[in-house]
């Protein structure tokens, strides 16, 4: 099922809307926005320009205002703009309402996200996550699809006296369609269900090695680490969730076997139904004993990244786990020169990588390193790092096996 995609075969062009809150100032709103270009972007549509509105909170009926709403729907129909994007998901009602003004094609950023997902999904198990999140996602809008129809029957209804017990073919066939939805998501869930149990059973056949999962923020360069440590062809591009799929690899550095998996991207307001429709993905992370949580340092956010990944490994359960900080893209890392006549105050702009490198160790001492997967800048010292803390684990759960690896780093230092 790909009801939200956006059409592959010429690329529509979209404008993007957010507001300005007390709890999201324009700094963060402008964050905001550059990602849902992103993500419009690579759902294959270009992006013509934003608008932005400040407001207490989101309008009930109509999410911006009248006149800023009457503002887009001018720009909507000068320029023939394919669709209009929301940067919050929509209620039913708003959606509803926000069609009727604009009269184009309306997505928010859940819809958004969907499309993405049904884009890059390549397996059984994927497309069945998403077709879930899907369906959960639609129904409640329903009703909207058969608007046109509702007053068809409405004024057959009236026709006859306003009878409430005649109802007309819109209403009818929202009740099928709801029917036959609700049946969809059961039986999706149960597909669900099997699947968990394969995969459940998967890795509990892997054996007992030490398993080390890859958790970040999304486009953060995790499955171009995958590929430098398992030596593998992981598909790794500058786009959005460009892994959806859980790879597991087996890995060997110097000696020592562990198991490393690859998940899915986080992001910031992901959609509760995509979380719980890819738990099964995020066993790996569940069942993880060691978490690399990569991150991207030349990200002007990379701090507010973090507390995202945290906040999702919180909901899943997965807080507290043994993990290492790996900053990666140093060498796409960025700061801005203070004069020295500058009296104001410095921000993170400002700080060097030295400083921040400073920082972040003198904070987490040797659970964290700073790198670069595509230049391959110090890989052997995250190796080395990732070897120790495995071995660490490896010998808590094997302590007779401690003396091979003690054996093997005495011959190393000669």
């Excluded at 999904?121 to 009703?143: F, W």
């Excluded at 690859?262 to 978490?291: C, M, N, Q, W, Y």
């Excluded at 909901?315 to 009296?343: C, Q, R, T, W």
Aim: glycine share 4%.
């Amino acid at each position: 099922m790909k009801e939200f995609i956006i059409s592959e075969s010429q690329a529509e062009t979209a404008v993007l809307v957010a507001l300005i809150t007390p709890e999201q100032d324009e700094r963060k709103t402008k964050e905001y926005l550059d990602e849902l270009a992103f993500l419009a972007e690579t759902a294959g549509a270009v992006v013509e320009r934003s608008f932005t509105q400040r407001a207490d909170q989101a309008h009930s009926v109509t999410y911006v205002g009248k006149g800023k709403l009457e503002e887009i729907r001018a720009y909507v129909e000068e320029h023939e703009t394919g669709m209009v994007i929301f940067d919050d998901e929509l209620s039913p009602k708003q959606l509803r309402n926000i069609e009727a003004a604009l009269h184009t094609k309306i997505l928010d950023r859940t819809s958004l996200i969907l499309d993405i997902f049904a884009m890059r999904a390549q397996t059984a198990h994927a497309k069945t996550q998403v077709e879930l999140a899907q369906y959960q996602y639609m129904l409640p809008r329903l009703k909207r699809l058969w608007t046109h129809l509702e007053r068809q029957g409405g004024g057959a209804g009236g026709a006859r006296g306003g009878s409430v017990g005649l109802r007309g073919p819109g209403e009818t066939q929202l009740e099928m369609d709801r029917r036959i939805i609700l049946h969809r998501i059961s039986l999706l869930k149960a597909r669900l269900i099997d699947i968990d149990k394969q995969k459940a059973t998967q890795r509990g056949s892997r054996g007992r090695m030490i398993r080390v999962a890859l958790v970040g923020y999304t486009n953060v360069g995790k499955s171009t680490l995958m590929n430098l440590l398992a030596k593998s062809e992981v598909f790794a591009e500058n786009k959005l969730f460009a892994t959806l799929d859980t790879t597991v690899r087996k890995v060997i550095i110097d000696n020592l076997p562990f198991l490393l998996s690859d998940t899915v991207g986080f992001i910031r307001k992901l959609p509760t139904d995509l979380v719980e429709s890819f738990k099964s993905t995020l066993d790996e992370v569940r069942e993880a004993d060691l978490l690399l949580h990569v991150i991207d340092i030349s990200h002007p956010a990379f701090e507010e990244q973090i507390e995202v990944v945290n906040k999702t490994l919180a909901d899943i359960s997965s807080s507290g786990k043994p993990s290492i900080l790996i900053f990666n893209k140093i060498d796409a890392y960025s700061h801005v020169e203070k004069a020295a006549d500058d009296l104001t105050p410095r921000t993170k702009e400002n700080i060097t990588l030295e400083e921040l490198m400073h920082t972040w160790m003198a904070k987490l001492h040797d659970n964290c390193i700073f790198i670069s997967a595509r230049e391959r800048a110090h890989i052997d010292e995250m190796k080395q790092l990732v070897y120790r803390r495995v071995r660490e684990l490896h010998v808590q759960r094997f302590p007779y096996n401690d003396f091979l690896y003690q054996t093997y780093d005495d011959t190393a230092e000669e």
